[in-house]
Antibody
Framework: EVQLVESGGGLVQPGRSLRLSCAAS????????MHWVRQAPGKGLEWVSG????????GYADSVKGRFTISRDNAKNSLYLQMNSLRAEDTALYYC??????WGQGTMVTVSS | QSALTQPASVSGSPGQSITISCTGT?????????VSWYQQHPGKAPKLMIY???NRPSGVSNRFSGSKSGNTASLTISGLQAEDEADYYC????????????FGGGTKLTVL
């Protein structure tokens, strides 16, 4: 069964850091680009970042550029999102997605003092 | 990175057909045949319903269809059923070099 399981979310103060992880199983991880998409409470979907199969191409939304870093470890079938200088507006449910055809259940990040 | 434009809500009765539009620009919807549509029920993760404008993943009902004309893509659901009530989002590829994707604001479908 194809599965993505996110972890690492939680409550964090503004300005602090958090690292999200996404464990993939059931497919050949290094065949696919992977993405992070977030959804603020009661709001729509927002693409955050994407990374190609070999990490050769990486992209970020303007709202997170310079603060967030996406990475992957194909040997561990894992995707990561390092989030620094967190702001209240980063509060959201963070999904990882395999080429947008398979999505995890998300991990909640709350930025508040 | 402006969001694609979708109507906030649409509604229809069981058995009817509805269409949800998704308007972008020549830099996203109009520039690539990489428009996708997602269904999201409350408290659930998004589910891919249409990819590459008009293709259905395995397991998705053929009541769901997609199309595109210029900078506007459309999702049509025929034979509306109660379980179709959900939020629907479109997305489009915007840049082949940075994997950038842009989403629409979402449309709430109500089955009357």
């Amino acid at each position: 069964e194809v599965q993505l399981v996110e972890s690492g979310g939680g409550l964090v103060q503004p300005g602090r850091s958090l690292r999200l992880s996404c464990a993939a199983s059931g497919f050949t991880f290094d065949d696919y680009a992977m993405h992070w998409v977030r959804q603020a409470p009661g709001k729509g979907l927002e693409w955050v970042s994407g990374i190609s199969w070999n990490s050769g191409s990486i992209g970020y939304a303007d709202s997170v550029k310079g603060r967030f870093t996406i990475s992957r470890d194909n040997a561990k079938n894992s995707l990561y999102l390092q989030m620094n200088s967190l702001r209240a507006e980063d509060t959201a449910l963070y999904y990882c997605a395999k080429a947008f055809d398979i999505w995890g259940q998300g991990t909640m990040v709350t930025v508040s003092s | 990175q402006s969001a694609l434009t979708q109507p906030a809500s649409v509604s229809g009765s069981p058995g009817q057909s509805i269409t949800i539009s998704c308007t972008g620009t020549s830099s996203d919807v109009g520039g690539y045949n990489y428009v996708s549509w997602y269904q999201q029920h409350p408290g659930k993760a998004p589910k891919l319903m249409i990819y590459d404008v008009s293709n259905r993943p395995s397991g998705v009902s053929n009541r769901f269809s997609g199309s595109k004309s210029g900078n506007t893509a459309s999702l049509t659901i025929s034979g509306l059923q109660a379980e179709d009530e959900a939020d629907y989002y479109c997305s489009s590829y915007t840049s082949s070099s940075t994997l950038e994707e842009v989403f629409g604001g979402g449309t709430k479908l109500t089955v009357l």
